[in-house]
């Protein structure tokens, strides 16, 4: 449930009183925002994770003619993710954590934009890491996934380094340096000012 044009304030979700909000977790891979979102949801209440690289797998095969160094260059992945979680905060309410990487300016005003105009609470965290600590955390992961992506993640590290300026105006930003992920997430979450679980 949005709340009616020229209204503010809480949005009531039956007895437990919580704004619907998404919390994205922005960051470089390596910077353990799969872990943190994963910490995040056991400490709020009425909260899941919704992993919009699912919405660009859903995309693969109807767009595999158009080439694109990363799923989230397609136009619809943007536009997608904004329906898609507007629609799941409308059907059960709550807190939605993406873990999801945006290196690119625009694609994030375009997703920022389309939330502010469903009246979509954000709160826009980057989870970050100096480049020598993320470096060790990729190439020291041992899970297959990662092993797999390795080579992809390390190419997108000059990214990250392209988008911090504006990650450093447009995000709260969270030295994850010599921290825990359920630090991290007890971090978000007393920034975002629900009560933990």
């Not at 905060?89 to 469903?118: C, F, M, N, T």
């Not at 992506?149 to 590290?157: C, E, Q």
């Amino acid at each position: 449930m949005r709340l009616p044009s020229g209204e503010s304030g809480q949005v009531s979700n039956g007895p437990d009183t919580l704004e619907n909000m998404i919390i994205w977790l922005n960051g470089t891979f390596g910077a353990g925002k799969t872990t943190t979102a994963r910490e995040l949801t056991a400490l709020l209440p009425k909260s899941r994770v919704f992993d919009t690289e699912e919405v660009g797998l859903m995309l693969r095969h109807v767009l595999a003619s158009e080439t694109v160094r990363d799923f989230q260059d397609w136009q619809p992945w943007r536009g997608l993710v904004v329906a898609a979680a507007t629609q799941i905060l409308d059907y059960v309410g709550g807190v939605l954590v993406v873990p999801q990487s945006v290196l690119v300016h625009q694609y994030w005003q375009e997703i920022r934009a389309g939330l502010e105009k469903a009246r979509v609470p954000l709160h826009h965290f980057v989870l970050h890491a100096e480049r020598d600590e993320l470096v060790h955390r990729i190439e020291t992961d041992a899970s297959k996934a990662s092993a797999d992506a390795r080579g992809w993640r390390l190419d997108h590290l000059d990214d990250y380094d392209a988008a911090r300026p504006w990650h450093r105006k447009e995000a709260h930003i969270i030295d994850t340096t010599g921290l825990q992920p359920h630090q991290v997430a007890a971090l978000i979450a007393t920034d975002t000012g629900i009560a933990v679980n």
